[in-house]
């Protein structure tokens, strides 16, 4: 180092320093060091459908074969056990630390706790408020489905196959979930673009199966002319099926059935023709997540988004794609 860059670093280092005594954020995810094996941490926001537990699995499933030591928890549906989770994995020390949040505003505070101690955050399938916490800076990457697309893509299957059925129900994920609220906008705004919809009702049945059933048994009351039925996600997909059959209706004649996910269920429903089509969303993340976590040790850059590629089904694919759906 000559004097002049020598001086210039210090001042530098010094800046930086006093930016941090001075409590001011800096714009700078922590390091990861190459080593031969990690204590990776992974926070699961629920595990009560077959999405999450592909998810679970596919991360386990990696560690074990990189020989990583994973610690794992399951925030049962809950954003303040998953920040305490978090707080728990960084009193633990773990080097990296995936983060599946459940909601875009209430896991900030555990991002940036991460950040604080040091450790490099990866988000995984759900994001979080954009304009409170930086991929890049804040936390390293998202990688997931695009939602917004994944509901454009369902409009765009319901424009053309509607067959005059015009007025739709709609079934939101987990109010304040990244995925909740592009799927809506996705699909409401191609929606709303095509005209000659209507969507008479929208309402969250929070992801899950029961109270997918129990909304659209109340919504499909309200409203007894819906003839289409959109749900963010299978679970609730097939709690509308469970409404509609006790209403006596048949899905997929009176009333069509739109879903999100793919998984094995969903897309038998969809060869028994309850089911008209899903978007699917990806859930095997292992391979992905760890990949990426390595590059950055080594140092590569880490663009902000990694997208997943989500197939799509429906009943001139169904029956053929069953066998990998998971
Ligand atoms: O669609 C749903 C799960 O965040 C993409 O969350 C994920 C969603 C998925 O509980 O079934």
Not at 122 to 127: A, C, E, K, M, N
Not at 140 to 152: P, Q, R, Y
Not at 207 to 224: I, M, T, Y
Request: with cysteine.
């Amino acid at each position: 180092m000559t004097m002049i860059s020598r001086r210039t670093f210090m001042l530098a280092a010094t800046a930086v320093g006093a930016l941090a005594l001075a409590g001011v954020a800096i714009a700078e995810v922590p390091k990861l060091a190459q080593k031969d094996t990690y204590k990776v941490g992974f926070a699961q926001t629920e595990s009560n459908n077959p999405w999450r537990i592909a998810q679970t699995n596919s991360m386990k499933a990696e560690a074990e074969k990189l020989g990583f030591q994973l610690v794992y928890t399951d925030a049962a549906g809950s954003a303040a056990k998953q920040v305490a989770d978090v707080n728990s994995m960084i009193a633990q020390g773990v080097d990296v630390i995936f983060l599946a949040p459940r909601e875009e505003k209430p896991l900030i505070p555990a991002v940036m706790a991460a950040k604080k101690a040091g450790i490099p955050v990866i988000l995984l399938d759900r994001s979080v408020d954009p304009s409170l916490a930086k991929a890049g800076e804040d936390y390293l990457t998202f990688i997931g489905s695009n939602f917004v697309e994944e509901g454009k893509r369902v409009a765009e299957w319901l424009v053309k196959n509607a067959n005059g059925k015009t007025k739709i129900i709609e079934l939101e994920g987990t109010t304040g979930s990244s995925p909740a609220n592009d799927r809506k906008k996705g699909f409401d705004e191609a929606i709303k673009a095509a005209g000659g919809f209507e969507i008479v009702a929208s309402q969250t049945g929070d992801f899950a199966r029961d109270k997918g059933r129990q909304v659209a048994e109340s919504l499909l009351q309200a409203h007894p002319d819906a003839d289409i039925i959109y749900a963010h996600n299978d679970e609730m997909a097939m709690g509308a099926i469970a409404a509609l059959e006790a209403a006596g209706k048949v899905p997929g004649k009176d009333v069509l059935v739109l879903s999100i996910d793919g998984g094995k269920e969903a897309v038998q429903a969809v060869v028994d023709g309850k089911i008209a089509a899903v978007v699917e969303c990806n859930p095997r993340f292992g391979p992905k997540a760890f990949e990426t976590m390595m590059r950055y040790a080594k140092g590569e850059a880490i663009d902000p988004i990694l997208v997943n590629e989500d197939k799509f089904y429906d009943a001139s694919n169904a029956a053929a794609e069953l066998a990998n759906a998971y």
